[in-house]
């Protein structure tokens, strides 16, 4: 019997994106495991060496590459099917199910963790900010002191519940609202240029600052669904090496950024390194929405490297592999593994390789652990026993009548 591909048997996927997600989680958490170790990112092959440190360096911009991510996969089915509509019971309830479970629980988990190491006015106003996904409503709240990466959920959040507004503007005149997200962006960080350095992480990253990345994720589904509508399946096979071309054409726009930031990234004013992520941002949209887009239609090599059971097995657990690889990092450092011998651990050039090994080998069972024993069991159940605001409405009884007539 012929083993069914998961394209096949899951509407609407695209196996590209699994790959994309893995690069970006893994973006983001070198990125992280360098800031705490200063492990060297120097790559020695006999008498090549190949310093990976730019792109290390500035992996913050994962997070961009995942809002990319999620505006893509937020608007690829309504892209592929003009005739479907939103329910929003329907579409709160499955982001409700797919998202917070798991977020409460970390949350709960690192609170549980700070009683007598934190101040407890404070740890109250962390645990309520961050259960209620309003974190980055203060500076305070923002520069998160139960777990640093929650920022981006409550920002995702944001974005989920503007999706169905935009949904409906977005059908009619997808490059008008691009233009007008991006008007909006830019503004903002314009706004931002001259404002006090020491408030621009909190307010580079509020959703008016990442509207353009996650809109150009929709702009990428819609040119994705015009393309394979338009296109037969000969077009299909004799572009895809244009598109394979493309593909990595937009990947280097994207390490001609980071090599252009890295040089920077400390100059002149304190946070220079966000500030040059925040003017270089649209630069990094371009870069990665593209890259998504063209390579869904590129050649079955690409396709393969970026959709494969490795790259699919890393999409399914990156959720959590995200939220918890920081606190896990930060929290063997509390207790000093592995061991080191100087008055900081990142003087000690014996501890950086394990801790970064360790962080990474703990982040990866605990994921495991949190997706198949935690997050995907009770998406299950939930779903099985979803409330009744959350179903789709049936029919109207004149709809009914019209159709029997």
Avoid at 2 to 17: A, E, W
Avoid at 142 to 158: M, P, R
Avoid at 300 to 313: D, I
Wanted: charged share 15%; net charge positive; proline share 6%.
């Amino acid at each position: 019997m012929k083993r069914r591909s998961r394209s096949q048997t899951i509407p609407d996927y695209v196996d590209t994106l699994d790959g994309f997600r893995a690069i970006a989680t893994f973006l983001v958490l070198i990125f992280h495991y360098w800031q705490q170790s200063w492990v060297s990112m120097v790559l020695t092959l006999g008498p090549v060496s190949i310093d990976f440190t730019p792109i290390v360096s500035i992996g913050s911009l994962g997070v961009e590459l995942l809002f990319v991510l999620s505006g893509f996969c937020l608007y690829y089915p309504f892209a592929m099917h003009p005739e479907r509509r939103l329910h929003p019971g329907q579409y709160a309830y499955k982001r409700m199910v797919r998202i917070l479970p798991t977020y409460f629980l970390c949350v709960i988990i690192a609170s549980v963790y700070q009683i007598g190491r934190m101040d407890p006015a404070t740890l109250r106003e962390q645990f309520i900010g961050n259960m209620t996904l309003t974190q980055m409503s203060t500076p305070a709240l923002a520069y998160n002191q139960l777990n640093g990466v929650l920022w981006s959920i409550a920002i995702e959040v944001q974005f989920y519940l503007i999706f169905p507004f935009l949904l409906k503007l977005f059908r009619k005149k997808p490059y008008w609202v691009m233009l007008g997200a991006f008007l909006i962006g830019e503004t903002w960080r314009w706004y931002l240029r001259e404002i006090d350095h020491s408030q621009i992480n909190w307010l580079m990253n509020q959703l008016p600052g990442m509207i353009d990345v996650f809109v150009g994720g929709m702009l990428a589904a819609h040119v994705v669904a015009q393309l394979k509508r338009s296109l037969s399946d000969e077009q299909k096979q004799s572009f895809a090496p244009a598109f394979t071309l493309a593909t990595l054409m937009f990947i280097m726009v994207y390490i001609l950024v980071t090599m252009y930031i890295y040089p920077l990234r400390y100059n002149d004013v304190p946070d220079n390194l966000s500030r040059l992520q925040m003017h270089t941002r649209k630069f990094v949209v371009i870069a990665f929405g593209g890259a998504v887009a063209c390579s869904v239609l590129s050649c079955r090599w690409l396709r393969r490297t970026l959709g494969n059971p490795l790259t699919r097995f890393v999409s399914a657990i990156s959720y959590q592999v995200y939220m918890w690889h920081m606190w896990i990092a930060l929290r063997l450092k509390d207790f000093r593994i592995p061991a080191y011998a100087t008055e900081r651990p990142m003087d000690d050039p014996a501890w950086r390789f394990p801790y970064l090994m360790l962080s990474l080998i703990l982040s990866l069972i605990a994921a495991i652990l949190m997706t198949y024993c935690v997050e995907q069991p009770v998406s299950r159940l939930l779903l099985k026993r979803v409330p009744r605001w959350a179903r789709p409405r049936r029919a109207s009884r004149k709809r009914l009548e019209d159709s029997h007539d």
